[in-house]
């Protein structure tokens, strides 16, 4: 048992951040030599969270720090030689554990850049390599991928909510699933459109801007509203906001301004008033008249207490004078959905004796799990403002035809003709060749800029929150006949 359960859980090696069944494939492949067939596998998601009309991908630079890292240490392989099966013996032989000691990655990795708009079925990372390699990537880039791609989303949605011109401060910290779920929530909470974050790892690890303002207890801690808010502004005359609704609200938004006369007196300003609780509708625009009244005109109106991107509408449309928006557990907990549900599925293995492929399918009842066959790219065409027009997915094995046709994969009447003049990008961008990084990734700061602007490209009908447009992603049409034909192959004819 680790004595430091907590700063001894990350250690120099994360190879085994993996399940249990990776490792046990990989020995079964290597022992039927199956190591090092080419193989290829396709990261995604079947449906946007959030009942929503898109996503936005994250996570890429965490999987590249992974990736780049990976070798198995000899703690790691201690610790695998001592598993046993049902009988008792080794789970793993030690020869096996060798050719894990000596294993170097050489996977080709694509991947749809952080910060870009995403929707279901669309590969957001495409992994080429040995089979075994490839595999054992699986349970990390999804834990990575998933989380980060959740969180940013949230994010998005909350920043589309409070509009341009308000702040969004993450605040989720203690309300996280831990120290790792606060760090990646804030994290991705910055990518996908908030401004500041209250967590000062984060700030430190990521450079994101630090924000806070003061608890309740600091107030309680001193004798009335107006000592502690004295006190506070001598600590930070130029960067004070007050939490004024710990007795009264109003009569603590009046108690701040008493304050702050006299921190302007001496040439400072009060940056803010913080809400946490009420009815925040009615409070800020109370708030709002009293500073204004006062002349404190610039003050901002933080609100805090549970908001979340339906909240802030309903708030901003019931008249609410806040311009700054805290957002906590909703945010950093992605409520309310729990995860993404991103897959890992393989498309295309390279036949036994190297003369081509043999592109793979995962059958299912549900017409949204069955997976797509061949190596994929997601082609995304643009109208003549520039702006996302339908997304396409088609199978680079193979050639396209002059005239290109979009298929609905779960509707097969619905189809969409491409003119062969229409502007496109491809969205998976080569990151690993070989095993080699290739890509010099952004900063998180590029990449929250790349989001801002993804999300805005996006017609507001898919955008919305309730019953969002469905934007058009389809398959090629030769790849979708070729799926279709695959599917029959695969699926057992049922007698009467």
Not at 250 to 268: L, P, S, T
Not at 294 to 302: D, E, L, N, P, W
Request: glycine share 8%.
């Amino acid at each position: 048992m680790n004595a430091a359960p907590l700063s001894g859980l990350y250690a120099p090696s994360l190879a085994l951040v993996t399940d249990l069944y990776q490792l046990t494939m990989a020995y079964g492949y290597w022992q039927q030599g199956m190591q090092d067939r080419e193989a290829v596998f396709h990261l995604y998601f079947r449906k946007a969270p959030f009942q929503g009309g898109y996503a936005v991908a994250a996570g890429l630079a965490l999987a590249v720090d992974w990736v780049e890292n990976l070798q198995f240490s000899d703690d790691d392989l201690t610790y695998l030689g001592s598993l046993r099966g049902s009988k008792g013996a080794a789970l793993f032989p030690v020869e096996f554990l060798e050719y894990l000691r000596q294993l170097k990655f050489t996977c080709d990795i694509d991947a749809v850049p952080e910060g870009t708009v995403v929707f279901g079925n669309e590969p957001m990372m495409r992994v080429r390599g040995p089979l075994l390699q490839a595999q054992l990537l699986e349970t990390a880039l999804l834990t990575l991928l998933n989380f980060q791609t959740l969180i940013a989303t949230k994010a998005a949605r909350i920043r589309e909510a409070a509009g341009p011109g308000d702040q969004v401060l993450e605040f989720g910290l203690r309300r996280a699933q831990g120290f790792d779920g606060g760090l990646g929530a804030s994290r991705a909470a910055y990518l996908g459109g908030a401004d500041a974050t209250s967590n000062v790892l984060a700030g430190q690890r990521y450079g994101i801007p630090v924000r806070g303002t003061h608890a309740h207890s600091w107030v309680q801690a001193f004798g009335d509203e107006t000592q502690a808010f004295s006190a506070y502004a001598q600590a930070f005359p130029d960067d004070s906001v007050f939490l004024v609704d710990t007795y009264d609200t109003i009569e603590g938004v009046r108690q701040a301004i008493k304050v702050a006369r006299d921190m302007r007196a001496n040439g400072h300003e009060l940056s803010g008033i913080r809400l946490d609780s009420g009815d925040l509708a009615y409070l800020s625009r109370e708030a709002r008249a009293v500073l204004d009244e006062a002349g404190f005109t610039k003050t901002r109106i933080v609100a805090s207490n549970d908001l979340e991107e339906n909240l802030i509408t309903s708030l901003k449309q019931q008249g609410a004078r806040i311009d700054t928006w805290g957002v906590g557990t909703q945010l950093v907990t992605a409520y309310n959905q729990a995860a993404l549900g991103g897959v890992y599925k393989l498309a295309a293995l390279r036949k036994a004796d190297d003369s081509g492929w043999d592109f793979t399918i995962k059958l299912s009842e549900q017409v949204a799990k069955t997976s797509i066959p061949g190596i994929l790219q997601v082609r995304r065409y643009l109208n003549e403002y520039g702006k996302p027009r339908a997304d396409m997915l088609y199978n680079t094995a193979e050639p396209l035809p002059d005239q290109l046709t979009l298929i609905d994969p779960a509707d097969n009447t619905r189809r969409l003709a491409i003119k062969p003049e229409t502007k496109f990008r491809e969205l998976l961008e080569p990151v690993f060749r070989q095993g080699q990084r290739v890509l010099d990734l952004p900063t998180l700061a590029e990449s929250r800029a790349h989001a801002q602007r993804e999300v805005q490209s996006l017609d507001p009908s898919i955008r919305r929150f309730l019953n969002p447009h469905v934007y058009p992603v389809g398959l090629e049409k030769t790849l979708c006949d070729y799926r279709t034909q695959l599917i029959l192959e695969k699926r057992p004819v049922r007698g009467a």
